[in-house]
């Protein structure tokens, strides 16, 4: 135990959770020095900054767009959906139909009375 002194009184506080609040005083710390330096800055900083910041998310956003561009799209096809969900041609034109209620939950697709009548649920 340590004793901290806060608001004029002495608190008894565990060594552990002073030692597992160091990187959210620290990252507290970074965001009001930053804050102060913005503060002192000049209006030409100001608009420098706002510039630079734009640059930097237009070339984030750029990059993504590169990312996107040279990613090969997945096949769609009722094939390959199949494929990737594990379930049958009956059962993929069962969930299309507006009368059916079958949901996701926990434990994967809960199905709804229609589709265990005809079979399709497992």
Request: charged share 25%.
């Amino acid at each position: 135990m340590t004793e901290v002194q806060k608001h004029g009184m002495v608190v008894p506080v565990s060594t552990s959770l002073l030692a597992d609040s160091a990187p959210i005083a620290e990252a507290f710390r970074t965001m009001i020095e930053g804050r102060q330096r913005y503060d002192a800055m000049t209006p030409e900083q100001v608009d420098e900054y706002h510039r630079a910041r734009e640059r930097r998310i237009a070339q984030a956003k750029a990059d993504r767009a590169a990312v996107r561009e040279a990613t090969p799209a997945a096949p769609f096809s009722a094939d390959a959906v199949e494929e990737r969900l594990g379930l049958g041609p009956g059962m993929l034109l069962h969930l299309s139909q507006p009368y059916c209620t079958c949901s996701t939950g926990y434990d994967g697709i809960e199905f709804c009375q229609h589709a265990t009548d005809l079979g399709l649920a497992s």
